[in-house]
Structure formats: structure tokens, C-alpha cells
């Protein structure tokens, strides 16, 4: 047995082609298309490739996108500031601060100034609340690519015995929450899993595995249940290699379903940042246009 792939470039090129027929409506039917800000602390060169990502997928949807530099040595209040006046500006429908920031930024105060309608990350405390009792459509975009990736197989996640391996704010705690909300029943894995030595017993039950940690290789091959569909949201670089955080080659064999990395999750996590974009949109103008 070998899985078949999740191939997260088909699957963002298929989301894409349906929002931008979402935006072409938007535009006919009130004359706009949603803006995006991403405001970046300095000029770092891997963050800036990923801006620039995202610019040019906005720029296949035919979403305006504009990346927004200020100094790296900026303090918090001043870019509060400029937050508080993007919030204001009714020309702006998303903002995203990229990430990482300084040391001397505290990100999550500063996350928390974004207006809630306008959050483009889904990260605004308010928003993560709203999650629980399903009032929000600005879902955290990584967790969002996982639920495309799981909704593509077509399998039903009812019932399903899912392990999430990785509790960050970003991706394992929201991400609990979308598959409660599928009646799924979760697991959550964390370093005291570990630390407990009970990992493995927990991996290998899973139907369902997703894995966000950021180390490579520590879910084993030998540990995936057979048939379990395996979702790897692990960026590491090993030497001149990109690998995730499951070992791919054994896994293959055993699962049903698997993420490559890299050409899995992220280029879907993109395309949600700009789903959330339209939402947003739509939340400000109230439109009532739907596909």
C-alpha cells in the first residue's frame, strides 16, 4: 500500500479559480475588491519571499495586496499607532502583522489592536472566541489549510479518532476546535505528551494524524496506523533538503492519505489568508453576494 498525496498546489489552484470568481462578483456588484495590508518589521529577506507570495497569489484572485515596511527598531505604541489608523481607513478590509517580530514587540498585545473585522489571520483573541461558538469566518489560515486538506479526501471525520501533535495558538489549539465542530474525537499532543513517554501510544490510534511542531522526523513511520490519513505541517531544513516533522518514506507506506513537504499544507495556508480576505471584505460591506 502506498498513500495517495495531497497535493496542496492542486488543491490551492482549484480554491483559487472559485475565489476569484467570487471577488469578479464582488467587484461587479459594489464597484470594490477587498485591500490587504501586511505590515513587515524590516526588511528580511525569507520574509520578504513570502510576502511576496502572497502578493502574487492576491494578485491571481484579483484581491489588491500591498506589503507595508516599517522600521525594525519601531516601538510598539508607534506601530500600534499605525495599526489603529489602518483600522480607520475604510479603504483597508485585512491586516496582518507578518511574523517574526522583534524582540522588543510583544506580538499578541499588538495582534489584539487589529480590528476584528479586519483581522486577516483569524488571530484576534475576540475572533478565537468567536471560533468556539462558530460566529466567525476569519479562521486561522493554517488550521483552515488542514480542514481543505481533510474535507478533499472526502472521508468523513465523524467518530474519527484524531491526534493533533503540537498545541500552539497558531495551529493545534484552533485547529482542536474546527474538528470538534466535525464531531471528530481529538487528541492533543504536546511535549509533557512526550516528556510521559506516550507519544507513540497515542499516534498509533490515530485515523486521523496532524502533526505541527517544527522538528524533523519526530513522528516515526512504523508508528502511523494503517490506512490513517497523515496531515504534516512541519517546515524544517535538513542540509539542503526541506522536510517535515513525519518520516515521509515510511509513512507513505502505511497511511492512506499524506501531505508532502514541501508542496502540502503551505500553498493552501496561503490561499486561506486570502479567503479570509474576502470575508472580510464582505463582513464591512455587508454584501449579500454569494457563489
Known sequence: MSAKLLDGKSLAAQIKEKL?????????????????????????HGSCAYANSQKRVAEQIGIQYELVTLPHNISQQDLIDHIKRFNRDEHIHGIM??????????????????????DLEGINVANIGKLIVQETKLIPCTPAAVMEHLHSTRVPLRGKEVVIVGHSEIVGKPLNLLLLEEYATVTVCHIATSEAGKLMEHVRRADVLVVAVGKPALIKGEWIKQGAIVIDVGINQVGDKIVGDVEFEVAQKKASYITPVPG??????????????IEAFKLQTKSKVKV
Open 264 to 277: 502540502g499544507v503551505g500553498p493552501v495556508t496561503v490561499v486561506m489568508l486570502m479567503r479570509n480576505g
Open 97 to 118: 502583522i507578518h511574523k517574526p517580530v522583534p524582540t522588543h514587540i510583544q506580538y499578541r498585545v499588538v495582534a489584539n489592536y487589529v480590528d476584528i473585522t479586519k
Open 20 to 44: 476569484k470568481r467570487e471577488v469578479d462578483q464582488l467587484r461587479a456588484s459594489t464597484g470594490q475588491v477587498p485591500r490587504l495590508v501586511n505590515i513587515m518589521l524590516g526588511n528580511d
